[in-house]
């Protein structure tokens, strides 16, 4: 089964997927939260986010491949300097691992919400951000706790509550980058729809 095509020509397409991952590696830059059981709070679920609604389902799941890959080779590209396959080892590897899904989900939800307007784009953007950067990382996240840190599914979704408010805070942002990316660039596909 192949990907679906997008509106980005292929010229365009390469760049973008290395541009996000490089974004994710950036925002690994902001110090990160540790929390008592091994998963810390970090902005860079906002590029998951962002990579979704921005670059569609399939070149956002690539981007966030390719991170992936590169933080396993051992680049240190994770908030505080972390990298190598150890970090799909510790607690926050349910999470780690479901980043490229994530984006992918947010691409998807994305293509098929009402788009038009920057208002709309911005609410669809929420939505996506929501769907495939909450949800999605959660449900892979409190897997993650269960089987590494030892946690009931219970404690392991309860721990996760502390992250609510700060990834809403992170749809609220990546709405706002999509209202002033349609608003500039109005010929944008977000979700990677054709314009």
């Not at 095509?5 to 974004?23: E, N, T, Y």
Request: charged fraction near 5%; include cysteine; aromatic fraction near 10%.
């Amino acid at each position: 089964m192949t990907a679906p095509s997008s509106s980005f020509p292929s010229s365009r397409a390469l760049p973008l997927v290395a541009l996000f991952a490089a974004l994710t590696a950036v925002f690994g830059l902001i110090p990160k939260i540790d929390l008592p059981f091994g998963v810390p709070i970090t902005a860079q679920t906002l590029a998951v986010m962002l990579a979704g609604c921005l670059l569609g389902p399939w070149r956002g799941f690539l981007a966030m491949l390719l991170f992936m890959v590169a933080v396993a080779f051992g680049l240190p590209l994770l908030s505080g300097g972390r990298g190598g396959f150890a970090v799909f080892a510790a607690p926050s590897a349910g999470f780690l691992v479901s980043w490229p899904l994530g984006a992918l989900a947010a691409g998807l939800v994305m293509r098929v919400l009402p788009g038009g307007s920057p208002g709309r784009l911005a609410l669809s953007a929420f939505a996506a951000s929501v769907v495939g950067g909450i949800a999605v990382l959660y449900v892979f996240g409190i897997a993650g706790l269960v089987l590494l840190a030892k946690l009931t599914p219970l404690q392991a979704a309860t721990a996760t509550l502390v992250f609510v408010p700060g990834d809403l805070v992170k749809s609220v942002l990546c709405a706002l980058v999509v209202r002033t990316v349609a608003r500039g660039l109005p010929d944008w596909p977000f979700g990677g729809r054709a314009p």
